[in-house]
């Protein structure tokens, strides 16, 4: 069994509890165990305000993590991009390191720079698999039609993540789809950016960014739109919502985590894999797989 | 900032540009030849005219300081990093954002709902409270509670400056 620190983020397990659990039942049954550690905010909403809080944040969580030996799994793009990215300028920035190092002392902590992040879909493509996520399939799921939104932080900046995918046109998620059986359609402008950090910002601007992934969708016919960050989730599922009530139209199209995506083709249930709390109805989705627990509580 | 304003002498503030060449983040920029790539690549820049990153380079290398940290537009980047991709000199343009953003709030330019943010951020560890009502949820949902250490954080929550340091 492999074990890694369970990093969750702020979003996730108030707002994305559908994504939290699917992820933590997928986990599960593919031997992977997820520790839950005392984690906080991963710095990155404070690198706008300061820089050297947000280090000081993102170093904490890395000392928790290395004092217990694990190394990070994140299901947050944001917090990806934040853990990895300060990791790195951890180890180039001399002067912030030695006030980040004298600032944890102050609260008994310390690091070495051990420890490791990475999110956990890009986990389950290069340590689980492709072959061995196929062979954990019992559902084939080969009457949806999906479209992939990959979500800025999960490749960019390339420099950060070491040459997993590419940063303009990545491949990995759709891999990761068709494992399922489903079909992944191919469009062009994958980098999209779903208008997330922009919500509190200016709420109108930031629709506005996720109504185009929407259109892109409407027009390629898919069954679902399928995301890797809460943010992302919250933007497409949630803002969708807003977008119709707003704009007066009318999309209607399914947002899953590609847990949930993964989970169906692996036989979990639909209450395990939280599809009660999607914001966009998923009961035509499930409709078109002949087998699978039907049964949806709204 | 349009097209048609113009750059009033008194405006120039000198040391502007070196202290944005001394912070981490902030040496590259006068690297840029306004290509324009940048703002070629922003979604933001694409439903927006307020936001420009070209334009904003050029204002940072003007000196125009104070209309560079009081404006809105300095917190319309959504941080997607295509221009940081793309940009032919590495620019690190999401970088200079950084550096730009927290010489704003150091001046006391600090957008509204960051403010928010930075408070609950310190004393809580969190963006979002975990109150009664998401744990018991979270119960429902057969969820472990959110683990927290209010002590540990304490100790790093109380060094945090979120000001001027």
Known sequence: MTRYAFFLGCTTPVRAMNYELSTRRVAAKLGIELVDLPFTCCGYPIESINRDAAMLMTMRNFALAEANGLDMITVCSACTGALTRFSGEFKEDEALRNKTLGQLKLAGLEYKGSTRVRHFARVLYEEVGVEKLKAAVVQNLGALRVLTHYGCHYVRPSESYGGFDDPETPSTLDELVRVTGAESVTMPNKNVCCGAPLLSVDKNLALSMAEIKLQMAQAANVDALVVVCPFCGISYDRGQLEIEAELQRKYGIPVLYYPQLLGMAMGLSPRDLGFMMNSVKVQGLLGKLSGYAAGVKT | ?165
């Open chain 2, 1 to 165: 900032m349009s097209k048609r304003d113009s750059v009033n002498a008194s405006e120039i503030n000198e040391t502007f540009c070196r202290q944005v060449l001394a912070k981490p983040g902030g040496e590259r920029f006068r690297a840029c030849f306004q290509c324009g790539t940048c703002t070629a690549s922003c979604p933001v820049r694409a439903i927006d005219s307020r936001y420009n990153p070209r334009v904003l380079v050029k204002m940072v290398e003007l000196g125009l300081r104070d209309r560079v940290l009081k404006s809105d537009a300095l917190w319309l980047c959504s941080m997607c990093y295509l221009c940081h991709e793309r940009c032919p000199e590495e620019v690190r343009f999401p970088e200079l954002m950084t550096v730009l953003r927290n010489m704003a709030v150091d001046a006391g330019y600090i957008h509204p709902s960051y403010a928010k943010l930075s408070s609950i951020v310190a004393e809580q560890g969190r963006i979002y409270e975990v109150d009664d009502f998401i744990n018991m949820r979270r119960k429902q949902l057969g969820l472990p509670l959110v683990s927290s250490d209010r002590e540990q954080w304490g100790k790093i929550g109380t060094q945090l400056r979120f000001g001027k340091q």
